[in-house]
């Protein structure tokens, strides 16, 4: 994983001394090679000792590996974006500008994505999900747009699924949950108790939970059995907001698209069932 994502997606359980290095690094990763480990920590105010520990908390031997290591990435990014990038727009022309940024962000924001979601981790899910008697699927607002859409792709695969937007109905549909079975909780921020209150349900009927949730620390998350991360970060809230409905689209295409693979029979349901849809549409 490259550095930079790393110290991002361990963010949230850092001291306050390691979340200030990180944020600094973070902001300023380009120009971190003019910085010793003194001179850092003296624009932070904390000792070169806790630069030292930092570095070493993420593998690396002491801080120049560290800062050897985000160099490398740095340099890769900047010597792969000319042949990715559209030609550079003129300074005013804000419509270039926008597209472009809005482009590499959703791509950047992907990519960390992909990577905070490990083969193993991933893999896990897809077989809970395939070997599931039912799977329950569950989300409160924005999120249960992404619950209602990746439900219904759950059913064209003929998997039996449970899914309502109202916690109350939910709760109720709780006392068909079985040994196996599995339930997805969406949700942002991983904070509503509503949810935590039907995942500790669900689990005490002995059924597994994934929650999806942003890969900072959460209640929902904490208790899952499984869990996938989005990562979106953007400092105007408008496109962190889009950057977040972009990567967790991703991730959830992904996985249907392995749960298509992993079962030929869901494959052949699929199939059927899109039939189905495709006479029903023409009649």
Do not use: W
Request: aromatic share 6%; with cysteine.
């Amino acid at each position: 994983m490259p550095p930079l994502v790393k110290i991002r997606s361990e963010r949230d359980h850092m001291s306050a001394i390691e979340r200030r290095i990180a944020d600094f690094i973070l902001d300023n990763a380009h120009l971190l090679r003019d910085y010793s480990s003194q001179q850092l920590a003296s624009a932070l105010g904390v000792s070169q000792s806790s630069v030292v520990k930092f570095s070493q908390k993420f593998g690396f031997r002491g801080y120049p590996d560290l800062k050897y290591s985000i160099g490398q990435a740095v340099a890769r990014n900047g010597a792969d974006a000319p042949a990715q990038a559209a030609p550079v727009a003129d300074e005013g022309d804000d419509f270039a500008r926008i597209e472009e940024g809005l482009r590499r962000s959703k791509i950047a924001a992907e990519e960390e994505t992909r990577l905070l979601n490990p083969r193993a981790r991933i893999e896990e899910i897809v077989g809970l999900l395939d070997g599931a008697g039912k799977v329950f699927v569950f989300g409160l607002g924005d999120d249960g747009l992404f619950a209602r859409e990746f439900s219904m792709r759950l059913s064209l695969l003929g998997v039996l699924t449970v899914h309502h937007a109202d916690p109350i109905l939910m709760m109720a549909n709780l006392s068909a949950a079985r040994p196996g079975d599995v339930m997805l909780l969406f949700s942002e921020f991983g904070q509503l108790p509503q949810l935590s209150q039907i995942s500790r349900q669900f689990q005490a009927c002995e059924g597994k939970v994934v929650s999806i949730t942003r890969h900072t620390a959460n209640p929902l998350r904490a208790h899952a059995d499984a869990s996938l991360v989005v990562s979106a970060h953007d400092p105007l809230p408008h496109v962190e907001a889009l950057l977040y409905r972009s990567s967790l689209q991703y991730l959830l295409d992904f996985l249907f698209v392995l749960l298509c693979h992993a079962n030929p029979e869901r494959h052949r349901q699929l199939g059927i069932n899109l039939e189905r849809i495709r006479h029903l549409l023409d009649t």
